[in-house]
């Protein structure tokens, strides 16, 4: 059963990290910002609802960075009970997507709880000033990828933050898996 994510909380300021990338390097987020706006994404290797997507994140996030927008996507889930999750699997679903952004591990979860994420995927994009201004799902497609008709929400919600700072009214949640939470 997906979970939903809250709704856009408009102006909430991005919380610094410092999480290790499948590169073997430590990052934050102020190294990783985007110069217009910001988009981080709570993903893990696993679930249906993010392997589904995983080839239009890529493509997202390609488009994005060539309107200023950096793309930053944070595994969370606990991978003791979750081993498909783990740090070297997150390598081989980054190359298995051809993902040209950070994939992050966060360890011991402190930044899910602090972003308070709840799925997979969880999307939270910001403006330059690092505040929120969408807190939606990538696309009208979700699980049906062969809709042609698919609008791009994320890519049309970023465009307008970079144009007037400020994300649309309408955003329509993103929803899939429950982090899995350590015990």
């Not at 996030?61 to 979750?82: Q, R």
């Not at 009208?140 to 929400?153: D, L």
Request: charged share 25%.
């Amino acid at each position: 059963m997906p979970v939903n994510a809250s709704i856009c909380n408009f102006g909430w300021k991005a919380k610094e990290f410092e999480l290790l990338s499948i590169d073997e390097k430590f990052y934050s987020l102020d190294t990783l910002k985007g110069e217009k706006g910001t988009i981080i994404v709570f993903i893990c290797n696993h679930c249906p609802y993010v392997i589904k997507i995983a080839n239009r994140l890529s493509f997202e996030a390609n488009e994005l960075s060539k309107i200023g927008i950096n793309t930053i996507a944070i595994m969370s889930n606990d991978v003791i009970n979750y081993p498909e999750d783990s740090f070297e699997k997150m390598k081989d679903f980054a190359k298995k997507y051809s993902f040209n952004f950070p994939y992050l591990f966060d360890k011991d979860q402190s930044v899910a709880r602090n972003y308070e994420a709840v799925c997979t995927p969880d999307f939270f994009g910001f403006n330059h000033l690092l505040e929120l201004n969408y807190r939606g799902r990538i696309d009208s497609g979700v699980m049906n990828s062969s809709n042609f008709k698919i609008k791009r929400e994320l890519y049309n919600a970023m465009n307008l933050i970079v144009e007037t700072g400020k994300g649309p009214v309408q955003q329509f949640n993103s929803f899939g898996c429950s982090i899995k939470w350590q015990n």
